[in-house]
């Protein structure tokens, strides 16, 4: 079965460059850059839950904002359906890709109320609808997250975490995208009502048939809704494969140490060994090789230098490990 | 039917005390300054040797100055005047400063750079320096210290604006209005700009009594507004002769400063909690 | 392994904490009573907003600025009432005798100061330790909680560590004095996993090597399961569930607890929709009559809106709040 | 012990002890002016602070007496003036010595003059006449002049005639100033610019026993207010510049003497008679008689000053049958109606802006001429642009002053009457063919009271024909504590030390 | 980085505004309309004179002549020849430089003296009698013109109460200080009512901030953690809000230095701009400017002395 994709991205960096002082520009000390991302290829087909995960300052946020347009990317590309995606009209791109944030209590405009912000987005991009549709169209959105539209006329202070963010999933949804990219959409939420947001965004991809790029840092949620999982490592991507796949068979030995940090919810699997020392180095000198040989448990010489390729271990299951290429070496599950 | 959003603000209003009072104050000042004159009948600048320096009483509540005019109406005359000219020296700047940073800090870049090394710059002469400087070369008058105090003040409301907009663009809602394809007029006006300048509106009110303070001192110096226009500076300048044996000539015009400085710091402490948004 | 049946280490009983006056005070905890052993880890558990930071800090009297009523009921922490004392009594049992640290380890430590002296402060407060004594203790401290070339680091300042080394540094400085009980609040909720790991394992580490009490607040259930030996559950400013870890997780005794943990999506069906809880956790301002989890409820009946707060026992040391304890079938 | 520790000390206990301690520097009087000097060069010199510091360490030939009413020897024991008024010859004194010690000598005083005459010099149209010298011996100077100059011998007078060491200077260039070394009274011995100047006693001064202070200091003090606080709290011993609102309430303190002289100076208010309506006379005159110039002089001056009846101060030779205009405000009306403006008059008045009895007084003139039915608008303007502005006639009206450096007429004939000559008038343009033939006549007359009375019919001309409106003649106002005694200030508004004592 | 890298770094940075400060005091008074030389010389000039005078001040040179002719004139040190003293302006300024800088320096240290006290007190006591009572206290002393405040001062300290000078400056270092007070005093009440208020709010931030927690939690007793954590970080915005009104402060000379006849740039400058002395008010600017970039940079330094988590850049 071979579908078209959605979107492509094809070797995608980003670079952040560090502010430099007049006396080290004077003094030609070279510049300092932050590699958010680091060549970056992934594609993303109609209808599926594409799962990003990762630890902070893996550039996985980075990666959302390229694909919303909030970035520029320097190097590689993206495509919508074969179509560079910087040829594309802002305007146009929003009615594609759409976002929704992490943080429920900046993502919303303290000073407009509901009604006026979901108002604005069909203002601006359906002009030819009549403020009486418009006002139809937006109770209509509200209903759709599971929101009264009795409560539109108030400021967003008055709404809860949950609430909020069932808010700003609306207003994603307003320009109906074919793309929505949620930012660890739950992680600013407490367990029950994450629940509640996991499964709406479930049922909205379903019903309205949309792509999700689902960033997180809890496996467990990215395990839970996502058909295939990257994970993302200091600005590259590490792993990717089907959930199943890589939550069964993890390749990378840090998805592999990702996989047993996680606290499982049951005591008597105590399993407190600890996986991996040490933190993430310093992205802005990140190591010349594989970016986990400063951690890795498996680490030799040769992973030191160059960046090992991505290694097709079969059935979309890519792994970036110079462990992997070799066959005599196969990575216990 | 009252909207929520309404209500919540008369609510918040209510619980304000800062603001009703600091309003309060304001209106018995606008009250006194529009509706005394008319009472007390007396030409605030009628000279009248005969009744010089005459203590307050019934006749002159608040005495008379060296030439025999009515204190009280030279102070309600000169609050009309101060108010006007903090009108001009403060609302211009703010309009003017906030565009200016809004648009720098939004827009960011070159541009940007250019503007606040401009700021830094304009920053380092000290406010006085330069507004006596201006009204010093161009002659003293109403209309150069106008000019003088636009020039200077703008600088503030550029700084805090943009150093506010800094902070919202990185807000969420800002980085959603620009996925949501708004157009940069529509968020700098609809996004931003909301939400940064409150700060702005109660460094104006700051600034109501910096001003105030800055003409009198240009009163002061010669520079200011120039006699016989009533003027509260000008009139404790010409007062602080004969502080001893007319003590009532500098009181009340200082009071009245006082007053007005009282009445801009309780709002904009109270416009302060009143536009902050909740949550 | 020891069983909060043997003498405990800290009583609370009946504690009440309340916020702000007069109109506005909340009611943040309310008739919360448990106690800790010596040695043991003890898990409070709730939701944001349930009152499991308020009652940890309420043992010390910390509210990070916020202005709290002296706590109702009693503390009794090594034979002492700690409600009892006054506040300038209090700063003697304060990291001496009960430690504690803190969620955000960017956050909580003074960024003006070196490492090497917010460590050595407490000692010289409580042991009367030269600068030098001092010092070499902070050395060994810091050595012992796993940072590296702790030499050089003493001498530097908060913004020079990552914050994984920060929690270890935090760590370090509470346990400076030899505490008896260590509240730890959200001590891991800011850390990446892996990160998340290496400091449960080193909290668990200090504690067997030195008999450490620990008082562990979260909201996170695969934390709870990790670490604690027994268990309280709060929701909204009330402890509505009580019991050993494996008691709390497999026959819980509460509804509440019982949604919380099938809201987990590690429990769900790999591709089955979630079973959250519905509508969102009450206003402490304002909270429900009777059992406060009732309007939540799917088992909720008329008796509920009325039910007091007793928690009774369901089996030797597990404990509910629900008066419908016996329908639940556990 | 100093000041600031026996203060501190006994601070809020004893007043009187600490202004006690402040008795021991008896023997140096601290006065107190508004303003600092610019420079010690006489002829680069046009400030009074500047003029009154030279006149305190350098001297000339001539002075004005104390009155001002004639000249008394200087440097010079004796003068004579020839008949034909063409011929000086001096005569200097044995005993004038520089404070260095050198005896002043015929070159030096051909050297200054000369130099007061050069090109530099601000005030070389005061010296140019002089056309030749003569150093008959040392102690001897001859100069000749083309024709009769009568005012030659005021000019000698003045501050810019200043006789300086002529070897010294030759030898020390413009470096001479930053220490300079007259013949005058006193010594400058430290100068901080804006603070304060600290003289000495010259101890080579020619006037035996004099100074009889051991120094002086001025201090620079720009707030009137302050000067005045500072005289009564001890920390000055005398004040130039009282402000007249507080004049009274000084006299009544026991611990002070105040002041009052009667300098050379009129307030004026100039009148473009080249602009409408001031090209009709009636006009000029209903202007004057619709000011209350009493009430100004009662009510701003507090009567220290007395209601001026020309542009002319009350100098040599002035016309006393001259009353000054009444106030009479029917008087004024009917003279507008006369020349047409019965409909009322709408004018501008310019005012230096600074001075707060400038704005005082232009307060009231508006005020006054409102009654008469004229509205004047006032306008302030820079003080130091007023002339600048007045000169290029682009005025109606303005409120200014004039000052005579000399204490012959001459100067300000020159100045305010006559028409064309530097200032046309004052720039009133106000052109009287009589008044500039009496002009032409007076300095070449010698002088006497044929001389006298050309000034007269010059100073009655002025009055009928009322270029500005004459305001009043203000007094200078000093004060001094009780145990400083001679302190006064001089016709030509400067203070002599030298006669001061402190007890 | 080290402190003196970070200082080098800093005064490079300096040049473009120092360049800036420069070319504005030079277009401020150029721009202005009406003609020096005839302002100058009023009664005593003759068109000759003015010619000859603009000659002198180089007014008759293209105006980028005149700039490049102005900043020779800086790296002389000369800043042009006063027109009112005939003297260069200079030397004339740095004279008068020094009792500014006192009047700075001591109304600072003043004004810390009472800002540390009373905003701590209004923190840790906020919403209590005494709080209220600062804040008013404050907001009176913002309102009131420096110079009534002064005049106030005087007369209840110099005349009521003799206890400092009425006006002036004196000659040894003692002296000045005395002389110094009540000016200085006028200077830190305004300054204090702005610090006092910033102090006040950083300190309640920082009482509610994690490490005071840490630190209470130590068991340190109210007074250490009150002095050794609150304060030291709370310094911080507070030395940056006194950076930013230094420039206010140093403008407020002008005024004070006018009524307490201080012998020091600002009476300098009132002086000079009645005497339209061009190339005085000119140099004046740029060296207030000048002392106000010095000033924050001096500020900038305490502010890396305070808190070392400034990035050295």
């Known amino acids: 079965m071979l579908i078209e994709p959605l979107l492509e991205i094809r070797d995608v960096s980003k670079t952040f460059p560090q502010p430099r002082t007049l006396l080290e520009v004077l003094a030609r000390q070279p510049k300092r850059t932050l590699h958010a991302l680091r060549g970056v290829s992934l594609m993303l087909r109609p209808g599926e839950t594409l799962g990003i995960v990762g630890e902070s300052g893996c550039g996985k946020s980075t990666l959302g904002r390229c694909l919303a347009g909030l970035h520029t990317p320097e190097g590689g590309e993206i495509l919508w359906r074969r179509q560079p995606l910087s040829d594309i009209r802002r305007a146009d791109r929003s009615r594609r890709i759409q976002m929704v944030f992490q943080d429920p209590y900046s993502s919303l405009n303290p000073r407009m109320t509901i009604a006026q912000m979901l108002d604005e987005v069909l203002f601006v991009h359906a002009p030819s609808m009549s403020s009486a549709e418009r006002r139809d169209r937006t109770d209509s959105l509200l209903q759709m997250v599971g929101l009264s539209p009795g409560l539109k006329n108030r400021l967003p202070h008055a709404f809860s975490g949950g609430q909020r963010q069932r808010i700003s999933i609306a207003r994603a949804l307003a320009l109906e995208p074919e793309v929505l990219v949620a930012d660890e959409p739950v992680s600013a939420l407490d367990v029950s009502v994450q629940a509640q947001i996991i499964n709406l965004l479930e049922s909205l991809r379903e019903k309205l048939g949309i792509s999700i790029i689902f960033i997180a840092h809890d496996l467990n949620v990215v395990r839970h809704i996502s058909h295939r999982v990257a994970v993302m490592y200091l600005g590259q991507i590490v792993e990717t494969a089907a959930t199943e796949t890589l939550f069964g068979n993890p390749q990378h030995p840090y998805t592999q140490a990702l996989l047993s940090a996680i606290p499982v919810p049951d005591p008597d699997i105590r399993s407190l060994q600890v996986g991996v020392q040490g933190e993430l180095p310093d992205p802005l000198s990140p190591p010349p090789g594989c970016g986990f040989s400063t951690r890795c448990p498996f680490v030799m010489d040769k992973c030191e230098k160059p960046i090992p390729e991505f290694f097709d271990s079969g059935g979309e299951h890519h792994v970036r490990c110079i462990r992997a290429h070799s066959s005599t070496f196969s990575v216990p599950a | 039917m009252i909207s929520p959003v309404a209500r919540e603000r008369w609510i918040k209003f209510s619980r304000n005390l800062n603001l009703q009072l600091g309003l309060f104050m304001l209106g018995l000042l606008v009250f006194a300054i529009f509706v005394f004159p008319v009472l007390i009948a007396h030409d605030p600048l009628a000279v009248d040797f005969d009744s010089a320096l005459i203590p307050p009483g019934a006749d002159h509540w608040f005495g008379t100055d060296d030439l025999g005019r009515d204190v009280l109406a030279r102070v309600a005359a000169a609050g009309l005047v101060d108010l006007q000219v903090v009108t001009v020296c403060v609302f211009v700047p703010f309009v003017i400063g906030s565009t200016i940073g809004l648009v720098s800090g939004y827009i960011g870049g070159v541009v940007d750079t250019l503007l606040m090394r401009l700021v830094d710059i304009l920053w380092a002469f000290p406010f006085y320096v330069l507004v006596i400087s201006i009204v010093g070369a161009l002659g003293p008058s109403v209309g150069n210290m106008y000019l003088a105090f636009s020039m200077v003040v703008w600088i503030s409301f550029a700084r805090i604006v943009r150093g506010e907009v800094l902070l919202a663009k990185r807000q969420e809602y800002v980085q959603a209005a620009q996925v949501l394809g708004f157009s940069h007029i529509r968020i700098m006006a609809r996004h931003v700009l909301p939400n940064v300048i409150t700060p702005a509106i109660v460094f104006m009110m700051a600034d109501v009594v910096l001003t105030i303070l800055g003409v009198t001192s240009l009163g002061f110096l010669g520079l200011g507004i120039q006699p016989p226009t009533p003027e509260w500076g000008v009139m404790i300048a010409e007062g602080r002769n004969f502080i001893l044996d007319g003590w009532w000539v500098s009181l009340f015009p200082g009071l009245a400063i006082v007053y007005v400085g009282i009445t801009f710091t309780l709002l904009g402490d109270g416009l302060d909690d009143f536009l902050r948004p909740k949550g | ?330 | 012990m100093t000041f600031f520790k026996k203060s501190t000390v006994l601070a809020t206990v004893a007043m009187s002890l600490s202004l006690a301690a402040l008795g021991v520097e008896a023997k140096t009087l601290r006065v107190g002016v508004s303003n600092d000097a610019l420079s010690m060069d006489p002829i680069a010199s046009s400030d009074n602070p500047s003029i009154m510091t030279q006149l305190l360490i350098y001297d000339q030939l001539v002075h004005p007496s104390k009155d001002g009413t004639k000249l008394e020897p200087g440097l010079a024991e004796s003068w004579k003036v020839s008949a034909d008024g063409k011929e000086y010859r001096f005569t200097l004194r044995s005993n004038a010595k520089f404070s260095n010690g050198r005896t002043v000598t015929a070159a030096d005083v051909v050297y200054s003059l000369k130099r007061a005459a050069g090109e530099k010099s601000q005030w070389g149209r005061f010296f140019r006449p002089i056309t030749s010298y003569e150093i008959v011996d040392d102690r001897t100077v001859v100069m000749k002049l083309d024709q009769p100059f009568t005012p030659m011998l005021n000019n000698l007078a003045l501050f810019s005639a200043s006789i300086l060491p002529a070897a010294l200077m030759e030898e020390q260039g413009e470096k001479f100033f930053d220490k300079p070394v007259g013949a005058g009274p006193f010594v400058l011995e430290q100068w901080n610019r804006g603070a304060k100047q600290v003289f000495t006693r010259n101890s080579n001064y020619w006037k035996e026993g004099k100074p009889a202070i051991d120094g002086a200091e001025l201090q620079i003090i720009g707030e009137d207010n302050s000067r005045v606080l500072k005289l009564k709290a001890g920390e000055l011993d005398a004040i130039v510049g009282v402000p007249f609102n507080q004049v009274a309430s000084l006299k009544s303190d026991n611990s002070l003497n105040v002041g009052i002289a009667p300098v050379f100076r009129a307030e004026l208010v100039q009148l473009n008679t080249s602009k409408k309506p001031f090209d009709d006379e009636r006009i000029r005159r209903a202007l004057n008689y619709a000011v209350d110039k009493d009430a100004l002089v009662k009510g701003i001056l507090r009567g220290n000053g007395r209601v001026a009846t020309s542009s002319l101060p009350v100098m040599a030779y002035h016309n006393d049958d001259l009353k000054p205009y009444p106030y009479d405000v029917a008087k004024a009306k009917s003279l507008l109606q006369e020349a047409g403006y019965s409909g009322g008059l709408k004018l501008t008045l310019l005012v230096p802006s600074g001075s707060v009895t400038h704005r005082q007084v232009a307060s009231a003139i508006q005020a006054n001429l409102r009654e008469a039915g004229v509205a004047v608008e006032l306008q302030t303007i820079e003080a130091s642009s007023m002339f600048s502005t007045t000169k290029a006639g682009n005025y109606e009206m303005a409120l200014s002053y004039t000052t005579s450096d000399t204490i012959d007429p001459d100067q300000l004939v020159g100045f305010t009457a006559v028409n064309p000559e530097r200032a046309n008038a004052f720039h009133t343009q106000w052109k009287d063919a009589r008044v500039n033939e009496l002009y032409e006549l007076e300095r070449r007359t010698l002088d006497g009271p044929d001389r006298g009375k050309m000034f007269q019919e010059i100073e009655s001309r002025v009055h009928d024909g009322a270029p500005f409106i004459f305001l009043y003649n203000q007094a200078e106002t000093f004060a001094s504590r009780k145990n400083v005694e001679g302190f006064q200030v001089l016709p030509t508004s400067n203070y002599s030390l030298e006669d001061v004592t402190v007890k | 980085m080290p402190i003196a890298i970070y200082c080098l770094n800093r005064l490079v940075q300096l040049i473009p505004v120092l360049i800036g400060i420069t070319l504005i005091a030079f277009l401020l008074l150029r721009v202005m309309p009406g003609d020096p030389a005839t302002l100058i010389l009023g009664s005593r000039g003759t068109a000759a004179d003015i010619a000859k005078l603009n000659a002198q001040l180089g007014l008759d040179q293209p105006l980028w002549r005149q700039y490049l002719l102005f900043l020779k004139d800086i790296a002389t040190g000369s800043f042009g020849e006063s027109i009112a003293y005939k003297a260069s302006v200079g030397p004339l300024i740095w004279e008068r430089l020094w009792p500014t800088i006192w009047l700075v320096l001591f109304s600072t240290v003043m004004a810390v003296v009472l800002t540390v006290p009373l905003a701590l007190l209004a923190a840790v006591r906020r919403g209590s009698v005494a709080d209220a009572g600062i804040k008013l206290f404050f907001i009176v002393a913002m309102s009131m013109p420096s110079f009534w405040l002064g005049i106030l001062l005087v007369l209840l300290l110099s005349i009521v109460v003799p206890v400092f000078p009425v006006s002036g400056y004196g000659d040894t270092i003692l002296e000045r200080l005395h002389h110094l007070v009540l000016p200085s005093l006028v200077i830190a009440l305004a300054t204090a009512a702005l610090t006092v208020r910033s102090l006040r709010s950083s300190v309640i931030a920082v009482l509610s901030a994690d490490y005071v927690d840490t630190a209470r939690s130590k068991g340190l007793r109210s007074r250490q953690v009150l002095w050794r954590h609150v304060l030291r970080n709370s310094l911080m915005s507070t030395i940056s809000v006194l950076g930013v009104h230094t420039s206010w402060v140093i403008g407020g000379t002008v005024v004070i230095e006018t009524l307490f006849g201080i012998p020091g740039l600002g009476s300098l400058l009132v002086s000079s701009i009645s005497a339209r002395d061009y190339p005085m008010v000119q140099g004046l600017t740029v060296t207030f400017a000048v002392l106000v970039v010095l000033i924050n940079l001096l500020t900038d330094l305490a502010y890396v002395a305070v808190d070392p988590r400034v990035k050295l850049s």
């Open chain 3, 1 to 330: 392994m020891i069983t909060g049946a043997s003498s405990p280490l800290l009583r609370v009983d009946s504690l009440q904490v309340r916020f702000g006056s007069g109109k506005d005070a909340v009611t943040a905890v309310d008739n919360a009573s448990f106690n800790i052993a010596p040695g043991e880890v003890f898990g409070l558990v709730g939701e944001s907003g349930s009152g499991k930071s308020a009652t940890c800090r309420s043992l010390i009297r910390l509210y990070g600025g916020s202005i709290a009523s002296l706590p109702k009921g009693s503390i009794t922490f090594n034979g002492r009432d700690l409600v009892r004392l006054s506040d300038k009594e209090l700063t003697e049992i304060r990291g001496a005798e009960i430690a504690m640290i803190f969620q955000d380890p960017m956050s909580a430590l003074n960024p003006t100061m070196r490492i090497g002296d917010q460590i050595g402060e407490s000692l010289r407060r409580h042991q009367n330790l030269s600068s030098r004594a001092a010092r070499e203790r902070a050395l060994h401290l810091l050595r012992s909680v796993g940072v590296t070339a702790p030499e050089r680091r003493l001498d530097n300042y908060p913004h020079h560590f990552s914050g994984g080394m920060r929690q270890r540094v935090l760590i370090a400085l509470a346990l400076a004095c030899r505490p008896k009980l260590l509240i730890a609040d959200e001590p891991t909720t800011a850390l990446d996993v892996t990160v998340q790991q290496q400091i449960l394992r080193l909290i668990l580490d200090l504690r067997q090597q030195t008999n450490l009490a620990v008082l562990l607040v979260t909201h996170d259930l695969g934390v709870v399961a990790q670490t604690c030996d027994r268990v309280a559950v709060m929701y909204a400013g009330r402890i509505v569930e009580t019991g050993t870890t494996r008691q709390i997780f497999r026959r819980p005794a509460h509804p509440y607890t019982r949604a919380l943990l099938n809201a987990l999506p590690s429990s769900a069906g790999r591709k089955d929709t979630l079973a959250p809880i519905e509508g969102e956790p009450p206003s402490l301002a304002a909270p429900p009559s009777g059992c406060r989890f009732h309007p939540r409820c799917p088992l909720a009946v008329d008796a509920c809106k009325q039910a007091e707060h007793v928690l009774r026992a369901v089996e030797p040391g597990h404990e509910s709040a629900c008066i419908r304890v016996g329908e639940l079938g556990c």
